[in-house]
């Protein structure tokens, strides 16, 4: 049987209505009484969602958006800004507004506060972990998600994706057909998915084409630029040296163009390097970056999209939804760093993006 907020009332030896306002986290609650409810929600397993909710009588319209990376990393790196910029579009749309979390998205106070208070309507969670409880917290409780990416372990979030398996293979054979065989790759953190699954395509890339994965030529990167510089300057010190490197993330190829550079090597004509993101950096780099495009911005406007259909379509009181799987394409741009000689201009005048058979486009830079 469930508890009450009378329930709870009775046992904290307060009213009902100090319940409710240390529920909605009103400040005029002293710290010892706020204490005390607290361990008797805690001890009672008392969800105050559902109470919160109905004392409030309507939503927020606000939407979270929690990203497992530091701070520097999320206003560093080139990604974050577009998944926001496409969420914040997405809600703008609908009448809704963006939270984004800075803080530690496990911590015990942050989780009441925002999930169980009901603060936010419902919840984006980018670039899921490979073993997440934050996940396993947010479907205990119900709460409302779309998850950017994908989670092996839980099949009933909702996801929104990108073909992260078949671009890193696209890639490493785009490579090898132009006769490179030494191919190593910068893999992301290896506790996180979009990573795992990159270097998964990597590797059946290279067996489509009849190479041996090396454990050698495969090191691992944090998405930093800096942590790609460190990633290449290990592996050009490997022998044999590769001749071409998949990396992960366009952010992080920047740093492994940098470190061939200091290494005296020119790219591509020592070694080819191609990235996965698309971002703008990539086409301004020093050569400009070969990478696989994926809509970083589109990302962020179809899980928010998604999660607010859900929201408006369904009841308040309704918690058991059908999983979506959205699974975006991905595709090659070409530029120069991979060391393939662009067709004449005339044929491709002024466009930046061309489409080509088999998901591969050229850039004129």
């Known amino acids: 049987?469930?508890?009450?907020?009378?329930?709870?009332?009775?046992?904290?030896?307060?009213?009902?209505?100090?319940?409710?306002?240390?529920?909605?986290?009103?400040?005029?609650?002293?710290?010892?009484?706020?204490?005390?409810?607290?361990?008797v929600v805690k001890a009672n397993d008392f969800h105050p969602n559902t109470a919160a909710r109905a004392l409030a009588g309507r939503r927020s319209r606000v939407i979270g958006l929690v990203i497992p990376q530091a701070l520097n990393a999320i206003f560093a790196d080139p990604y974050f800004p577009l998944l926001i910029q496409g969420s914040a579009a997405a809600c703008d749309e609908r009448g809704y507004y963006l939270m984004l979390s800075l803080v530690l998205r496990q911590a015990d106070d942050t989780f009441r506060w925002l999930i169980r208070a009901r603060h936010m309507d419902g919840l984006l969670v980018a670039s899921a972990l490979a073993e997440d409880t934050f996940l396993t917290r947010l479907l205990d409780e119900h709460f409302?998600?779309?998850?950017?990416?994908?989670?092996?372990?839980?099949?009933?979030?909702?996801?929104?994706?990108?073909?992260?398996?078949?671009?890193?293979?696209?890639?490493?054979?785009?490579?090898?057909?132009?006769?490179y065989s030494r191919i190593a790759t910068i893999t992301g953190p290896t506790n996180m998915v979009a990573a795992l699954d990159r270097r998964e395509g990597y590797l059946r890339g290279l067996q489509a084409m009849g190479i041996e994965a090396s454990a050698g030529y495969m090191q691992a990167g944090d998405w930093s630029e800096g942590s790609g510089t460190q990633a290449m300057e290990r592996l050009l010190r490997v022998t044999p040296r590769p001749d071409a490197?998949?990396?992960?993330?366009?952010?992080?190829?920047?740093?492994?163009?940098?470190?061939?550079?200091?290494?005296?090597?020119?790219?591509p004509e020592d070694?080819?390097?191609?990235?996965?993101?698309?971002?703008?950096?990539?086409?301004?780099?020093?050569?400009?970056?070969?990478?696989?495009?994926?809509?970083?911005?589109?990302?962020?406007?179809?899980?928010?999209?998604?999660?607010?259909?859900?929201?408006?379509?369904?009841?308040?009181?309704?918690?058991?939804?059908?999983?979506?799987?959205?699974?975006?394409?991905?595709?090659?741009?070409?530029?120069?760093?991979?060391?393939?000689?662009?067709?004449?201009?005339?044929?491709?005048?002024?466009?930046?993006?061309?489409?080509?058979?088999?998901?591969?486009?050229?850039?004129?830079?």
């Not at 092996?152 to 090898?176: E, F, K, Q, Y």
């Not at 059908?322 to 120069?336: F, K, N, S």
Request: hydrophobic share 45%; glycine share 6%; with cysteine.
């Open 1 to 39: 049987m469930k508890m009450t907020l009378e329930e709870i009332a009775r046992l904290a030896g307060v009213s009902r209505s100090t319940v409710s306002r240390v529920i909605n986290d009103d400040p005029n609650v002293n710290d010892t009484t706020r204490e005390r409810v607290w361990q």
């Open 144 to 179: 409302p998600l779309v998850l950017v990416g994908r989670s092996p372990a839980h099949a009933d979030i909702t996801t929104v994706d990108v073909d992260n398996v078949h671009g890193a293979s696209m890639a490493v054979r785009h490579l090898a057909q132009m006769g």
């Open 271 to 365: 070694i080819a390097v191609v990235g996965f993101d698309d971002i703008g950096p990539a086409a301004t780099a020093e050569p400009p970056l070969t990478t696989v495009h994926q809509p970083i911005d589109q990302l962020g406007y179809l899980a928010a999209s998604t999660l607010i259909e859900q929201l408006e379509s369904a009841p308040a009181a309704e918690t058991d939804r059908a999983a979506q799987h959205i699974v975006l394409p991905t595709e090659l741009v070409v530029r120069a760093s991979c060391g393939q000689a662009l067709r004449p201009a005339a044929n491709y005048a002024a466009m930046q993006r061309v489409p080509s058979e088999g998901g591969v486009t050229y850039s004129q830079a």
């Open 245 to 267: 490197v998949f990396v992960a993330s366009d952010n992080m190829a920047v740093g492994a163009l940098k470190a061939a550079r200091a290494a005296g090597l020119r790219v």
